[in-house]
């Protein structure tokens, strides 16, 4: 079963998804860089506060808190120690670009939570036999919007179609670790439909997922915990395909992706002359 990542700073909504199997709760606290970096974008800045961890935290009976944090910085430190005091159950480390990055963060964490790297930098990406076998680190998740930005593709999901998401998995498969990837819309919904996304999460052997903004973000077509009811059968549905629908899947799949990356191609360049 796929961790499903809720990020939320709401009390109650936390409740209603620690009432729910698989869920994880995620409280964001990055800020350094994401503005800039993400400009003219529609991605989602989050406005959560420090006080907002505990907050979440009290709620939960079940569900574990993830925390991301700022990328390392001169007060890393202090970020870590406050994180933990409220009691993030995991510390998430976005926009990391070599292995001495990760390898200082996990020293400042010096065991006293799980680490979950998040990979979305073409710098990352490259060094991944470096620092795979940081200690501490649990997790690694393929954050496919700055990936994608960052390695000059044209789609967030392009990474998923040229193979290399898989050889992250692979990676970490490996080492033991825990494997996870990108956002999912409901699942007829996003222009890569969020069933083709969960099918590739199984492929893979993808044990983690953010739940998107269209996820969640309305309840007009149905409550939250019926939309993830609906995943969670479609989750148990694509799990019985064999090795040749799995690949049959894929390369259809890859080809959806690669069309919709055209367009966006070809729009951009429309535009730009």
């Not at 870590?80 to 998430?92: E, F, P, Y």
């Not at 996304?197 to 903004?213: D, N």
């Not at 390369?251 to 360049?269: C, K």
Request: aromatic share 6%; charged share 25%; glycine share 8%.
């Amino acid at each position: 079963m796929l961790d499903l990542i809720q990020i939320t700073n709401d009390p109650e909504f936390a409740r209603r998804c620690d009432a729910l199997e698989g869920l994880r709760l995620f409280v964001d606290l990055e800020r350094l860089g994401k503005a800039e970096r993400q400009a003219g974008r529609n991605t989602f800045i989050s406005a959560h506060q420090l006080d907002d961890v505990a907050r979440t935290k009290a709620v939960l009976t079940r569900a574990r808190l993830m925390v991301r944090v700022n990328p390392l910085h001169p007060h890393s430190a202090a970020e870590v120690d406050a994180v933990l005091a409220r009691g993030a159950d995991l510390l998430m480390l976005p926009m990391f670009t070599c292995a001495y990055e990760l390898r200082a963060f996990s020293a400042l964490v010096a065991g006293r939570a799980p680490i979950v790297a998040l990979l979305e930098t073409a710098g990352a990406l490259a060094t991944l036999d470096d620092w795979i076998t940081t200690p501490g680190l649990c997790e690694v998740f393929v954050g496919l919007n700055d990936l994608h930005l960052s390695l000059g593709l044209n789609f967030m999901f392009e990474p998923l179609a040229q193979g290399l998401v898989e050889r992250v998995a692979l990676a970490a498969q490996q080492q033991g670790l825990r494997f996870g990837f990108g956002g999912i819309a409901r699942l007829d919904e996003g222009l890569l439909p969020g069933r083709d996304v969960l099918a590739e999460h199984l492929r893979l052997g993808s044990q983690a997922v953010i739940l998107s903004r269209t996820f969640h973000g309305s309840e007009a077509g149905g409550a939250f915990e019926d939309q993830v009811a609906a995943l969670r059968e479609a989750e148990a549905q694509q799990a019985r395909r064999d090795a040749a629908q799995q690949d049959a899947d894929r390369v259809r799949i890859a080809g959806v992706i690669e069309g919709i990356a055209g367009s966006i191609a070809r729009r951009a360049a429309e535009t730009a002359a």
